[in-house]
């Protein structure tokens, strides 16, 4: 099926240890991004990739690196997890940069114990 | 800065009408998205508005009002499934999607 799949859905760790959570589409979009929603159900842009190249890093701090082998795949790296960090992590794509729909991964829960 | 606004949470009868508003304030405008997002699942498509006037899809409807900083989204013949968060997004600039804190729809028979 044509998606937006991530890996793990869910995801239960301790503080300061370091995970990754790993995003596929295989709709050939040319941009990607990662998005956190927090326990009030707030979505809020994390970083925006087009054609494996940054575009948006939205005050995120640099515990979290993105990284885009290619432009299907946009992996999230975060080391010395924080309580704070306990969300869930939506992946998306478009077929283009700006205004234009976004189609979203089944998201990742993580939690930080 | 960039500001969203819309109501927290809404109740409907099935078979009724409803509307939920979002109010914006952001540097700049490319487009306004309406998502619907169901508890424990991802968000979801529902409509884009970037010229003024109503957009009309089956029984969901968006207007926008650039002038105002102003859009609705219109749900007829409500149904159980329609229970879901709404959200309104603004894409400010380029790349960049808004989003506003969501609007809980309750569906009640």
């Known amino acids: 099926d044509t998606a937006v799949s991530q890996t793990p859905k869910y995801l239960v760790t301790q503080m300061g240890n370091d995970k990754s959570i790993k995003c596929e589409q295989n709709?050939?979009?040319?941009?990607m991004y990662w998005y956190k929603q927090d326990s009030k159900k707030f979505l809020k842009i994390m970083f925006s990739y087009n054609n494996k190249e940054l575009i948006i890093n939205e005050t995120v701090p640099n515990r979290f690196s993105p990284k885009s082998p290619d432009k299907a795949h946009l992996n999230l790296h975060i080391n010395s997890l924080e309580l704070g960090d306990s969300a869930v992590y939506f992946c998306a794509s478009s077929h283009e940069q700006g205004a234009d729909e976004q189609f979203f991964g089944p998201g990742t829960r993580l939690t930080v114990l | 800065g960039q500001n969203i606004d819309q109501p927290t949470e809404m109740t409907a009868t099935e078979g009724a009408i409803v509307q939920i508003n979002c109010t914006y304030q952001t540097s700049g405008f490319n487009g306004l998205f309406w998502y619907q997002q169901h508890a424990g699942e991802a968000p979801t498509f529902l409509s884009y508005?970037?010229?003024?006037g109503l957009e009309e899809k089956g029984r969901f409807s968006s207007f926008l009002s650039r002038s105002k900083g102003y859009s609705y989204l219109l749900l007829k013949e409500l149904q159980m499934k329609d229970s879901a968060s709404y959200l309104c997004?603004?894409?400010?600039?380029?790349?960049?999607?808004?989003f506003g804190k969501g609007t809980m729809l309750l569906v009640s028979p």
């Open positions: 997004a603004v894409t400010p600039g380029y790349s960049t999607l808004t």
């Open positions: 508005n970037v010229l003024d």
């Open positions: 709709l050939g979009h040319d941009t």
